[in-house]
């Protein structure tokens, strides 16, 4: 098979942003008057990082009342000061610069509005010919609707692409959505676990 775009989830791909996203949400709690979220506890901080922002929010503020409120705090933090925190990882400029004009390059991600500012941020915004977020479909993955939106702007079928993420979240939406996924820095059923970048090099035929 050649493929024919190579489609990456943002947050533990792109970057590691664990430290960025934490910070939003602690100053979310903090507008909210709660105690901060205690970054030990794991299965708290696998769903701040891998969900989509609103249903991190219903997780937390489960009162629809206080769920609203927490949307409108959300709204109102500028997440370029955080982008700082935001580390790219390595090696990942190199490979679209090795991958770009050989196939099509997107971004699939549980962000709703931020994405737009990151990839301007770090200049990474001319690599990409789509970028779909949460704040695009009306289900966020793991449904498979923002990856078969990708497929469909780039008039593909779903083995024709590759899906690089990093949580069981990114991989449900691939199976869903008949698309490979490749599992990066993570212990993942998938086509290929990778631990670099440049490892997609080897996946995608010249």
């Not at 970057?15 to 602690?26: G, I, P, R, T």
């Not at 901080?45 to 503020?61: D, P, S």
């Not at 899906?163 to 939406?173: E, K, N, P, Q």
Request: charged letters at 25%.
């Amino acid at each position: 098979m050649r493929y024919k775009a190579v489609i990456y989830d943002c947050d533990g791909v792109m970057f590691d942003s664990f430290e960025a996203n934490l910070a939003f949400y602690q100053q979310i709690m903090a507008m909210m008057g709660r105690a901060p979220l205690d970054r030990s506890d794991e299965e708290q901080m696998r769903i701040l990082h891998t969900y989509a922002n609103r249903e991190v929010l219903a997780h937390f503020f489960p009162d629809g009342r206080d769920w609203e409120e927490a949307v409108r705090c959300a709204g109102s933090i500028d997440y370029r000061e955080l982008i700082p925190l935001m580390v790219m990882e390595r090696g990942f400029r190199e490979t679209l610069d090795a991958l770009r004009g050989r196939v099509e390059l997107a971004v699939c991600t549980n962000r709703a509005t931020s994405m737009d500012t990151v990839l301007a941020s770090f200049d990474l915004t001319p690599y990409f010919g789509f970028v779909m977020t949460a704040a695009k479909v009306a289900n966020p993955k793991p449904h498979p609707e923002p990856l078969l939106r990708v497929l469909e702007h780039f008039g593909i079928e779903p083995p024709e692409a590759l899906f690089v993420g990093d949580s069981a979240v990114d991989r449900m939406a691939a199976e869903a959505a008949g698309v490979p996924f490749v599992a990066y820095k993570a212990d993942l059923p998938a086509l290929a676990c990778i631990d670099h970048h440049g490892e997609v090099l080897g996946l995608v035929q010249p």
